[in-house]
């Protein structure tokens, strides 16, 4: 499977608080060269939960915009930029969306947030 940077894909990924792991959409956030290059990617985790949306850290996706509608995404979601995962490419279950450009942006500006880059 050849991943790009902007893909909502599917992966079974384990969960950080216990045990075991559930299918989740997540988004790929390695650039791609290495995408290309490497067995891995790097992804940033997508999620309903809304308590933190308007953190710096995380980037609203609303499915009833155009550009929300882009991602596949079901549900109204925020990627968290805080929570990253490497993964081999190979464990991808597929691809469901992409975002465009001005949500990537913006999700640019969200990983710069949480280790405080300038």
């Known amino acids: 499977m050849s991943l ?6 599917l992966i079974n990924a384990p969960f950080v608080t ?3 792991s559930k299918i989740r959409p997540m988004l790929v ?9 490497m067995q891995n990617t790097i992804l940033a985790t997508v999620t309903t939960n809304m308590s933190r949306s308007t953190e710096p ?13 882009q991602s596949g995404l079901i549900n109204k ?5 805080e929570n990253l995962l490497a993964v081999r490419q190979s464990h991808v279950t ?8 001005a ?9 710069k947030s949480s280790p405080a880059l300038s």
């Open 57 to 69: 850290a995380q980037v609203l996706i609303d499915v009833s915009t155009p550009d929300g509608k």
């Open 29 to 37: 956030i390695q650039n791609d060269a290495n995408n290309q290059r």
């Open 4 to 9: 790009q940077r902007g893909d909502v894909i």
């Open 103 to 111: 949500l990537m942006n913006q999700v640019d500006l969200a990983l």
């Open 94 to 101: 597929r691809t469901i969306g992409r975002l465009p450009d």
């Open 18 to 20: 216990r045990p075991g």
């Open 77 to 81: 979601s925020v990627v968290s930029t």
